[in-house]
């Protein structure tokens, strides 16, 4: 008897357990497992008042009192597996109700029995151990209604085994645990219902479900049961707009959830143990080609009837003791974004194309405007030529024509920005490029040896060279002009120094705007946009007349040494 009573300590253990680890309300197996464990006690408690007392009387109450949780253990057990294998849930849960039909007709039969005698046909009291015991004999609603727990109770048992054979190694402890702890009180009912030796006597089914709790809860300890299934499995994976795919070693699928279903128009009994390639088709490549690779995304797309939709496809291993047991795939619909993204490009076309259009006509009258400009200034008799008030006209006109052109020029540079993917660039290839554009201005340059790369806008290159362009028309009598890199840190450094008149350190900020009023600014301006775009950024750190320097800083990820035994090295004048 006290093993009867620790039996239903247990339980109650059990149920409490699950209680704190699970919102009973949402996950449904847990509220099976809760009630499960509590008519589990209920049944072993009453139970053990049966065997120890002494009147008959006593013994009849017991054993009715003990039937709502006896008769509610294998209904009770059956759904539990069936929502924690996810084996039929659907169908089980549109008939959920249906199954307690049998339970309340055990209970009602056992406390009317003694109007009909259909469920126990009749009872002795024999002495067992010196303990009264009550054998019943069995009738013919006892068998049929046996029959119908004990199925139940051997599909739950099924579900089990069935998930363990196909479940990785990381679960299978927690599935074993469990499928063991449900055996042993079968097997002893069995015997039981067989008269098989001593348990004639003594039913041994409550003991053996001692030894299931004690399995239980050995398992939530070591095993952690109640913790490493997918708890969230209802409530987030299968109401997530994204694909969630879960494919074993070798590339059948284990799991999946509505929107994947939905997405390869499959249902999940014929999706599931199917191979990933059966299921793609014509994508198999995207997934065999870096199969072997840990992680690995891309973009693929699937025509659902006439309609073309994109998705994102993310592949990451999952691993159990640093083996790759099975792939988790995340597929993501960003058919709205490729089409946007689409929209705009086409959208940007269409304005690059105007913009070209119009900047060539508005070149093409600059032109013409600068030579009849040039004529007038020709045509004008001498006297009327030295008039000072007409020559500041005409230079006025003359620099503002300048200023129209080169702004013109400028928003053809500066419409291309960003359009282009920003790719790996030498920084020493590029100052030695933009050095010689300049090889008949008298200027020394010295560009560092060795080299590093950085991963920048394509127009990158074209500002570097407006950033010596800028040195040169502002820094006055500039000979010298060097160009260097460090690290510094994670991140690098890029400088580019000359021996002008510096910069004034009010206009430290300023210089890097756009400034129309004196043509100013445009290519330092150009500079800080396109660096921008991979993070990098520009800063003028001279001393005003000592000369310029500006810094250009480069996050980490975005800079690189050029080999794999390339070192910074001192530079050579070039």
């Known amino acids: 008897m006290e093993a009867l009573v620790f039996s239903a300590f247990v339980s109650l253990l059990l149920a409490y357990k699950a209680y704190l680890t699970f919102d009973y309300r949402r996950v449904r197996f847990a509220r099976y497992f809760i009630l499960l464990m509590l008519c589990m006690a209920e049944w072993t408690v009453f139970y053990a008042g049966e065997i120890g007392f002494i009147g008959a009387d006593a ?9 709502p949780g006896n008769a509610l253990l294998s209904v009770l057990w059956f759904l539990f597996a069936a929502e924690y294998c996810d084996t039929g849930r659907n169908f089980i849960r549109r008939f959920e109700k249906f199954f307690f039909i049998e339970p309340v007709l055990s209970v009602l039969a056992v406390a009317t029995n003694s109007l009909h005698w259909l469920y126990y046909s009749g009872y002795t009291i024999e002495t067992f151990g010196g303990i009264p015991i009550i054998l019943f004999e069995h009738g013919p609603l006892f068998r049929v209604l046996y029959v119908y727990s004990f199925s139940l109770s051997m599909l739950g048992i099924f579900f089990f085994v069935r998930r363990f054979i196909s479940a990785s190694p990381a679960l299978k402890p927690q599935l074993g645990v469990l499928t063991t702890g449900a055996l042993l009180p079968i097997l002893g009912n069995l015997l039981y219902v067989k008269d098989i030796g001593p348990f004639a006597f003594i039913d ?8 299931g709790g004690l399995i239980f809860l050995w398992g939530t300890g070591k095993h952690e049961f109640l913790n490493l299934v997918p708890i969230a499995r209802e409530n987030v ?8 795919i879960v494919v074993d070693a ?4 284990a799991d999946i959830n509505n929107a994947a279903l939905e ?7 014929s999706a599931l143990g199917n191979s990933l390639n059966g299921v793609f088709g014509r994508h198999d490549d995207f997934f065999s080609d870096q199969w072997q690779e840990g992680s690995f995304s891309g973009e693929i797309s699937i025509n659902k009837g006439s309609k073309a939709m994109f998705f994102n496809v993310n592949v990451s291993p999952v691993l159990f003791e640093n083996r790759v047991e099975g792939r988790l795939i995340m597929i993501r619909d960003v058919t709205e974004a490729y089409l946007y993204r689409e929209a705009l490009e086409q959208v940007n076309r269409k304005i690059n194309l105007m913009s070209s259009i119009t900047r060539h006509d508005i070149l093409n009258q600059v032109n013409v405007l600068s030579g009849y400009t040039e004529l007038l200034s020709e045509m004008l008799p001498p006297d009327v030529k030295k008039d000072l008030r007409l020559e500041g006209y005409l230079k006025n006109l003359k620099k503002c024509i300048e200023t129209i052109h080169s702004q013109s020029i400028f928003t053809r540079d500066y419409q291309d920005l960003g359009v282009v993917a920003p790719v790996w660039q030498s920084v020493r290839n590029m100052a030695i490029d933009a050095a010689s554009s300049f090889s008949n201005a008298g200027v020394e340059f ?6 590093m790369e950085v991963h920048a806008d394509p127009l990158f290159q074209k500002a570097f060279h407006n950033l010596l362009d800028s040195a040169l028309s ?4 500039v000979s010298r002009i060097s160009v260097s890199f460090r690290e510094n840190g994670e991140k690098a450094v890029i400088e580019v120094l000359d021996n002008g008149v510096g910069v004034p350190s009010e206009m430290k900020e300023s210089i890097f705007e756009k400034s129309a009023e004196n043509n100013t600014g445009l290519g330092l301006f150009f500079m800080k946009d396109v660096s921008s775009i991979t993070g990098m950024e520009i800063k003028e750190t001279g001393i ?3 000369g310029a320097r500006f810094e250009i800083t480069v996050p980490p990820g975005n800079w690189r040494l050029a080999g794999p035994d390339t070192e910074i090295e001192p530079g050579s004048w070039f």
């Open 59 to 67: 013994k009849f109450l017991c054993t009715r009192l003990s039937y």
């Open 204 to 211: 041994p089914t409550a003991f053996s479900f001692a030894f």
């Open 237 to 244: 994976i299968d109401t997530m707009n994204d694909g969630y």
């Open 250 to 253: 070798d590339g059948s699928i």
């Open 263 to 269: 997405l390869i128009g499959k249902s999940r009994k």
């Open 446 to 451: 010295f560009i560092q040896e060795g080299d």
């Open 474 to 477: 502002h820094g006055k009598n």
């Open 544 to 546: 005003e007349g000592e």
